[in-house]
């Protein structure tokens, strides 16, 4: 395993064709495209790391993994009422279909969905305490006490998210948001700007796991559920290209992170900052490809 990775970050740094950083957040502009890591922390208890494996970045949308736990985890099912389990076939920021579906999101991985999922682990409190729970919960996943909200990507963020104060207002005009719309997205900014590395984030992905080490915060339904989620939904409308090239659950952040789950082997964090035309990591998703090949790790036998 150990060769595989280090085998997998020679040919990444070697590449040419590294994709393009993300711009429309000012803040992730600013990262280095050059960087590669990639860690698998298997269902053993082994952790294998290369590159720049202890390097943070941004999860941004990764995070729409965690939020989704935690939502379920205060309201269970109803979420399903005011979120569907569907891929777009959209990019990850579109405003289409919520009109024809009466303000329903597709699913909790698009903004849209991710905006009413903010709302509900929101619930009642304040976006502090919210935050913080979410912070605690990425926390007791991957073991790690030093996860922290990068405030000058959340700042930056909120500074240029038209387009998610647009879906916002919008899902509040079909009365599917029940906090104001400042408030949710100030907390799905804070949430996206959650920093961590691939050594963190491929051991908090663990929590979709099932084996005896690993940590148990979900129960195996929503287990399931989630990496259902993530194979169907987790790269927008490069979904089924990631799901054909590499047969595994994952789900990708405009910050080049990819988190993927091998179902009773290991969860694998990948991160390289140029993306594709999906506006999913590039190298991260080539390098996923050759993993699955190698390893011939598939949810398809
Ligand atoms: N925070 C980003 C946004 O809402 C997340 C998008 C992403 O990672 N695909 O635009």
Not at 96 to 105: A, S, W
Request: glycine letters at 10%; charged letters at 20%; a neutral charge.
């Amino acid at each position: 395993m150990q060769d595989l990775l280090d085998a997998i970050v020679s040919d990444a740094m070697a590449s040419d064709d590294r994709g393009k950083v993300a711009d429309y957040i000012p803040e992730l502009s600013r990262v280095n495209p050059n960087q590669f890591g990639i860690c698998v922390a298997t269902v053993s208890g082994e952790v294998y790391a290369a590159g720049d494996a202890d390097t943070p970045f941004s999860i941004q949308s990764v995070s729409k993994v965690f939020a989704l736990a935690l939502a379920l985890g205060k309201v269970g099912d109803q979420l399903w009422h005011r979120v569907g389990r569907e891929p777009s076939g959209l990019a990850f920021n579109s405003l289409l279909l919520l009109e024809h579906e009466n303000g329903i999101p597709r699913n909790p991985f698009i903004n849209a969905g991710a905006l009413v999922t903010a709302d509900t682990y929101l619930a009642d409190s304040s976006p502090r305490e919210a935050l913080g729970q979410m912070v605690r919960f990425v926390q007791a996943a991957c073991e790690f006490e030093d996860i922290r909200i990068n405030q000058n990507v959340a700042q930056s963020e909120i500074a240029t998210a038209n387009r998610n104060f647009a879906l916002a207002h919008y899902l509040a005009s079909f009365g599917n948001l029940r906090n104001s719309t400042d408030k949710v997205l100030g907390t799905y900014c804070h949430q996206c700007a959650i920093d961590m590395s691939c050594r963190q984030l491929a051991l908090a992905g663990r929590l979709l796991l099932e084996g005896p080490g690993m940590p148990r915060l979900i129960s195996r339904e929503r287990r399931r559920r989630i990496n259902a989620l993530m194979m169907t939904c987790g790269h927008y409308d490069g979904s089924g290209d990631f799901a054909f090239r590499v047969g595994l659950p994952g789900k990708s952040g405009v910050g080049g992170g990819i988190l993927v789950i091998a179902p009773g082997r290991a969860s694998i964090a990948v991160w390289s900052p140029g993306l594709n035309q999906y506006g999913n990591s590039k190298l991260g998703t080539e390098a996923m490809e050759t993993f699955a090949r190698k390893t011939g790790w598939s949810v398809f036998g």
